[in-house]
Structures are given as C-alpha cells and as structure tokens.
C-alpha cells in the first residue's frame, strides 16, 4: 500500500490549524491533571485508488477493540471499528452475543441497514452490502466520490487519513470522546422508523447516518448529503445541502429530521424526502450536542469541553409543537452528558465516566426530581433503547440491559474491548 507522508510546513495552512486541534483537542474532552498514555494518530495522505482497488475482505468475528458506532437490526448487533470496519454480532440471546464475522472497510465510520442493505462509508465513497445471509455478505455498490469535503487534492483523488500511534501527556492536557467524521472516532439518531416497505434498524442518539422515507441522510461537519435508497440495492447519492458549521448529529422523526450541533438544533422539514428545508434553528452556547424527540418534546445534551469552548453541562427540555420556533422549557444540571436515549416516558443518559442515569419525563419540569438510578460503575457514551435490550456503549465496551422494569436495570452482557476508550 503506497503511503505518501508530506513535509508540514507544505501542507495548506487549513490543514495545519485541523491538525493542531486534532492531535492536541480531542472532541469534547474534559481537563485531566495526571500523566497517561493513549492511543491517538497521525496524518498520512493516500489516493482513494489504493482502497478502491483492495478487495473488501470479510472474514471471521474478532475481538473488539475500539468500538465506534452501534446499530440493531433484527437479531443482529452491528459495531463499527472506527477507520476499519464493521463487527456483525448474533444478538438473538442478548445475554449471551456471539460474534459472527468482520467487513473489513477501511475508513469506515458510519452505518445505516436498510432491508437487509448495509450502507457504510469507506472515506469518500459510499458501499452497498447485502446482509441478508450473515454469514455470507456481499458488497453489491460502491459510490464514489460523494464524501469529498476528505479529498486534500481533488485533482489526483489525494486525500489526508490517520495512522495509530501511543502518546504519553503529562498533567493539564485534554482526553476525550474523540473526533470528527472520518478523522477519529466519535459515536452518534434513533432511525427507527420506517414506512411503506421499507425496514430499516436503529442507531445511537450520536449517529451521523439514518434513513426515512427511502432516503439516506449524511451529516459531516457541514453538510447534509441525501441518498436515493427505495432501491435498497441502489443506493443513489443525489445532492448535498450546506448546514453551517459544528455539526454532529441527525435524528429522524415523523417526516423532519432534527440535526444538533455544537451551536444548536437545526430543524428540517423531509415531507419531500429528496429536498429536505430548513424549518427553524434553536441556537445555545458552544458545546457537544446530541438530540432526542418526541412528539412534543426535544431533549438535548450539552456537554462542556475545551472544543465546546463555553459549554455547559446541561440537559435541556425543547418544546416542539411548533417547529418553527422550539422554545427551551427547562434546562438540568448533568456532570458531563454525552449520548441519550428516549423509550416512551423513560430517558436514558450516558455521563461519560460518571456512569448512566435514568429519568422518568412525563413530566418534563420535574425530570430532576425523578430520577430512577445513577449506575457510576456504567461509564457510557451512548444507548439505544432496542426491543430486546438497553445498549450501552462505553469505555469498557457494549454491555445490554433488560428494561423491562425501567426503575431497576438488569445486566444482561458486556463485549469487552481490547483497547479501553477515554473519556
């Protein structure tokens, strides 16, 4: 694999200042006063041909070792291995998950399943896998070129990745959940909705990807790309629309689409799936942002860091029944929230190292004072509330819990990862 590692002094000036904030500011990091190491990157360019001339190779289940994003569909548990692929888990016993294989996608990041299509990108291309026999996927599409805001160079197809490396910093350095899309690993919109003939899974409240009315949506940190999918195995990248900047994540919902940022809540109406407009925006202070709704109501963490620069730690209550001006109703002190999760009354929400609370919100002005658990041992980073279990991802992996009785969480399994996350 040829690999090119220019000097830094000729790399363009944007490049520099990304570099400098990625290698020393991990995405929404908290202040630490003691020496560690970790694993972090540095940049090496590459032609996107390299890639696109490599067989996609899906072999046995490994052992997870840095888990990225998570996705249900059906029986099955798909983890995303930031910038390498995609673990395919049996989560038929959610008590006892089995791995089954690994497709192998080098840049991969992000995932979505619709009727039994996986979409996934591999830097600036977007793949098309069929998972109808688990045990025998196959890659049916490859879409190229639609993630170009990654190309360094159009002209020669160049484009700027990351290669692992062992840091050790001493006090007053910054360590976090990290990164941005394509760059390092950050983990995001609850898509399970679906209507007509399509099935599609769901993802966590911090998913950059997530389907609804046969259309594939994509957030980078500026724009939202839609994806003509009706054809499952035809994915058909149609156009991209310009956001603004800082944003994070996208949650779908009864023909909108609710996309946070690190400066607020973008608002977006997909009646007309391929032309989604924009209906209002919910601007707060600088901080990490992920959202979750309902009918009446939008909940959103902000998290504090120095890449949120004056962020809070806060869960703020919205109220949407009117989209075109969400009004903030309550706002609650948390210690450092990162992913959430709603299941009819009952929210979830991962506290970094803080552990994971649990909140009945029926009553959205006294959230507070019902709060049902505090498990501190659970550090989490993000949930999704499945059919068969609470999915919790965290440092120490993905670990599920029976529900059923949301004033008491049972543990079910944890998949223990090889290389802890920071946060």
């Known amino acids: 694999m040829k690999k090119t590692l220019l000097p830094l002094f000729n790399w363009p000036l944007g490049i520099v200042f990304s570099l400098m904030l990625i290698l020393t500011l991990p995405s929404c990091q908290d202040q630490v006063d003691s020496t560690y190491t970790y694993r972090t990157q540095y940049p090496v360019f590459m032609q996107m041909s390299t890639f696109r001339e490599a067989d996609i190779i899906i072999g046995p289940g490994k052992q997870l070792e840095n888990p990225g994003k998570i996705y249900i569909y059906g029986d099955f548990l798909l983890i995303n291995e930031p910038q390498k692929g995609i673990h395919v888990i049996?989560?038929?016993?959610?008590?006892n998950p089995i791995g089954m294989n690994f497709i192998n996608i080098p840049g991969n990041v992000d995932l979505a399943v619709n009727a039994n299509i996986l979409y996934a990108d591999s830097y600036v291309d977007l793949l098309a896998f069929d998972i109808t026999n688990p045990r025998d996927i196959k890659k049916i599409k490859r879409v190229e070129d639609v993630f170009e805001h990654?190309?360094?160079?159009?002209?020669?197809?160049?484009?700027?990745?990351?290669?692992?490396?062992?840091?050790?910093?001493?006090?007053?350095?910054?360590?976090?959940?990290?990164?941005?899309?394509?760059?390092?690993?950050?983990?995001?919109?609850?898509?399970?909705?679906?209507?007509?003939?399509?099935?599609?899974?769901?993802?966590?409240?911090?998913?950059?990807?997530?389907?609804?009315?046969?259309?594939?949506?994509?957030?980078?940190?500026?724009?939202?790309?839609?994806?003509?999918?009706?054809?499952?195995?035809?994915?058909?990248?149609?156009?991209?629309f310009q956001l603004g900047w800082g944003i994070e994540t996208i949650f779908p919902f009864k023909g909108n689409l609710f996309i946070g940022s690190t400066t607020g809540m973008h608002i977006y109406d997909a009646s007309v799936p391929s032309k989604p407009k924009l209906m209002s925006v919910y601007a707060h202070l600088t901080a990490c942002d992920p959202v979750v709704v309902n009918d009446q109501y939008a909940f959103v963490t902000l998290r504090s860091g120095m890449t949120c620069r004056q962020g809070v730690d806060q869960l703020?209550?919205?109220?949407?029944?009117?989209?075109?001006?969400?009004?903030?109703?309550?706002?609650?002190?948390?210690?450092?929230?990162?992913?959430?999760?709603?299941?009819?009354?009952?929210?979830?929400?991962?506290?970094?190292?803080s552990g994971l609370k649990s909140f009945q919100v029926a009553d959205v002005f006294k959230i507070a004072e019902n709060q049902l658990e505090h498990l501190r041992s659970?550090?989490?980073?993000?949930?999704?509330?499945?059919?068969?279990?609470?999915?919790v991802i965290g440092p120490d992996g993905v670990c599920q819990f029976d529900y059923s009785n949301p004033k008491k969480l049972k543990s079910l399994s944890c998949i223990q990862v090889k290389n802890q996350i920071v946060v």
């Open 90 to 95: 049996d989560n038929t016993n959610p008590s």
């Open 150 to 240: 990654m190309y360094t160079d159009l002209a020669t197809s160049t484009f700027m990745t990351f290669k692992d490396t062992v840091m050790t910093y001493e006090s007053g350095f910054m360590r976090g959940w990290g990164g941005g899309w394509g760059v390092m690993n950050d983990s995001r919109a609850f898509s399970s909705s679906s209507g007509g003939g399509e099935s599609y899974g769901q993802g966590g409240s911090m998913a950059r990807f997530t389907l609804m009315s046969g259309h594939l949506y994509a957030v980078d940190e500026t724009k939202l790309r839609v994806f003509d999918v009706q054809t499952a195995t035809d994915p058909k990248y149609l156009e991209n």
């Open 316 to 353: 703020q209550v919205l109220d949407i029944t009117d989209l075109y001006n969400p009004q903030l109703l309550k706002a609650y002190p948390m210690e450092n929230p990162h992913g959430l999760a709603l299941s009819g009354d009952y929210l979830y929400l991962a506290e970094g190292n």
């Open 378 to 391: 659970m550090k989490s980073v993000d949930i999704i509330p499945g059919p068969k279990s609470l999915i």
